[in-house]
């Protein structure tokens, strides 16, 4: 059963390349002179495989951000990682800074840092009050979400008009990819989140039992929380760098998830990677389809299409929480 | 000695929650633990799990220092139920019971057919066969704590600590937990220490009380030794209280709290 979901995820992974404002035929990807070669190896696949890391990445992230604070309602973006990456992003293009370090852009390396500050004021807070309990790391979290917010909204206000839209858009969340640079990028970081969750999956299933019950299992609840908010943060953060927010995936994929499959980890790692890749690499071939020449921000498309799907299951199955 | 605690100060935002706290706990003792709310019982159960910040010149867990025991370590000597709600989690029964062996896995393992094995064996001495496929949020408050007790079992330590398990139970199912635990500290031979306000059951069918005031240890004593001193009662939570015997059994009465 499962591993005919499983054959089918992949089925349409295989076929979306093919997919797009123009359909491209199987024999011409095999002809190296023709245009649609190029397009295919060049523009869709790299894009395909990339949008599939993310979505991986996202999930994952989600997932780990739900079990570790114990709340349903954590995204890979509730502790203001997302925020502080746009505040980078907008003073980039406000500043019109340009400079290229290693393989990566400014822009990039700006988004990142600024998802990096966030991270930084929140481990500084629990270091002052020497607390890791879920109720202060999320408050603080969404704090400083708030700060960056308004921070944003201020160099916006301030923008000329040709600079917000491109910061508008960023914020958007889109998958613009050329060639397999970002690839090289983020897979490092997707193998490592995919490593650090399967290692510790059995630690994921007891700490959603809550501190002290995991604590008598044996699970170092405090510092395994921290490890993993802040390796999972400093990978949400190269993501959201290289892509923007891409909102919904992290929240609602878990939950469909666990829906389908519940509420043990070893499964839902896998599920995570595997059914969270698909789902942004469709989202996304509709979103550089369905108005064509024209391309659609991704995140308009993932929370479209997710959650009819997503609240369908929730209504169909009676019990859940 | 399963466990000596010697001169244990626990400190929390500059209150101070025990002092100067002194108990040793033999092997295979069954040991009632009570006292006023907020005086620091769970607490004390807490600091020897170290999951509080304590300073003491002797915490030792069958003759090892607890501060240098690793969490799996200490989770392979002592299970803790703590006072926890209904709902607090959603999964099955045999998955939640499959966490009680984590504290034996190793690193990049995972459960085996043996860790399965103790599971089905506990739930059939437990009769709690049936439940091992219902949702631990559909169980009722008695079946539940059956549940909780059977996971410390499974978690094979030879020390059991409880913090008020039959809080939410009707008379019936408190006494059940009662006789249950009674039998396993008695049967299986294992160190049971018990916080809990029912001073009905202590008194008749208990061994060892220990009180806590204020942080302070108030007294550590025999039953029989408290119910010929029934002040001791009295003055651990300020109040009347009259104990009688009637039939060969203890009955308690409280003069001064009667409505109109």
Excluded: C
């Excluded at chain 1, 990445?57 to 570790?68: A, N, V, Y």
């Excluded at chain 1, 510092?223 to 891409?246: D, E, H, Q, Y």
């Excluded at chain 2, 029964?93 to 103790?118: A, C, M, N, Q, T």
């Excluded at chain 2, 008695?186 to 208990?206: A, M, P, Q, S």
């Amino acid at each position: 059963m499962k591993k005919k979901y499983f054959f089918i995820l992949l089925i349409i992974l295989f076929v979306l390349p093919f997919i797009g404002p123009e359909l491209i035929k199987f024999d011409s990807v095999l002809n190296s002179g023709s245009q649609d070669y190029f397009i295919f190896w060049n523009l869709r696949v790299p894009r395909i495989i990339f949008s599939f890391l993310l979505g991986g990445i996202l999930t994952l992230g989600g997932l780990i951000f739900q079990s570790i604070f114990k709340n349903d309602l954590a995204t890979p973006y509730t502790l203001g990682v997302a925020s502080g990456a746009s505040f980078g992003t907008v003073i980039a293009i406000h500043l019109n800074i340009t400079f290229v370090f290693f393989i990566f852009n400014s822009q990039y390396i700006l988004s990142f840092l600024g998802a990096l500050l966030s991270v930084f004021f929140i481990l500084t807070i629990i270091k002052i009050k020497k607390d890791f309990s879920i109720s202060l790391i999320l408050l603080a979290g969404i704090a400083i979400n708030f700060l960056f917010s308004s921070l944003i909204l201020f160099f916006q206000y301030v923008m000329n008009y040709s600079k917000l839209g491109s910061a508008v858009r960023w914020m958007m969340g889109s998958i613009s990819i050329y060639e397999y640079r970002k690839i090289w990028m983020i897979l490092p970081f997707y193998f490592i989140l995919f490593f650090i969750s399967y290692y510790y999956k059995y630690q994921l299933d007891i700490m959603f039992l809550g501190d002290e019950l995991a604590l008598s299992k044996g699970v170092d609840v405090y510092n395994l929380r921290k490890k993993l908010f802040f390796i999972t943060s400093i990978i949400i953060a190269m993501a959201v760098s290289l892509s923007g927010p891409i909102g919904f995936v992290g929240l609602i994929i878990p939950h469909l998830l666990k829906l389908v499959i519940g509420k043990i980890h070893k499964h839902l790692i896998y599920g995570a990677v595997i059914f969270g890749g698909v789902f942004l690499a469709l989202t996304d071939t509709i979103a550089r389809t369905i108005i064509a020449p024209a391309e659609m921000p991704v995140g308009i498309i993932t929370s479209l299409m997710g959650v009819p799907f997503f609240l369908y299951l929730l209504i169909r199955k009676k019990r859940y929480g | 000695m399963a466990i000596k605690i010697k001169n244990l100060e626990v400190k929390i935002n500059e209150s101070h929650i025990l002092k100067n706290f002194n108990l040793n706990v033999k092997n295979g003792e069954f040991v009632n633990i009570i006292g006023p709310n907020g005086s620091g019982k769970t607490t004390l159960l807490r600091a020897i799990l170290n999951i509080v910040n304590s300073e003491s010149k002797k915490l030792e867990v069958f003759n090892k220092n607890i501060y240098k025991m690793s969490r799996k370590e200490i989770s392979r000597n002592i299970s803790y139920l703590p006072q926890i709600k209904k709902s607090f989690t959603s999964i099955e029964v045999r998955d939640f019971l499959l966490f009680s062996r984590f504290p034996y896995l190793g690193i990049l393992s995972s459960y085996k057919e043996k860790d399965h094995e103790i599971i089905n064996k506990i739930a059939r001495e437990f009769e709690i066969k049936t439940l091992l496929n219902r949702n631990i949020k559909t169980l009722s408050g008695g079946e539940l704590q059956r549940v909780l007790i059977a996971s410390a079992l499974v978690q094979e330590t030879d020390i059991i600590f409880l913090d008020e398990p039959t809080t939410f139970l009707d008379p019936n199912h408190r006494w059940e937990i009662f006789n249950l635990l009674y039998e396993i500290n008695k049967k299986e031979n294992k160190t049971i220490v018990l916080v809990t306000h029912f001073l009905d059951y202590i008194l008749n069918y208990g061994d060892k009380v220990v009180a806590i005031k204020d942080g302070e240890l108030f007294f550590d004593n025999k039953v029989s030794y408290i119910i010929e001193n029934e002040s001791l009662i009295k003055n651990l939570y300020n109040f009347e209280i009259e104990i009688f015997k009637k039939n060969n059994k203890i009955f308690i009465d409280y003069p001064e709290k009667r409505v109109l």
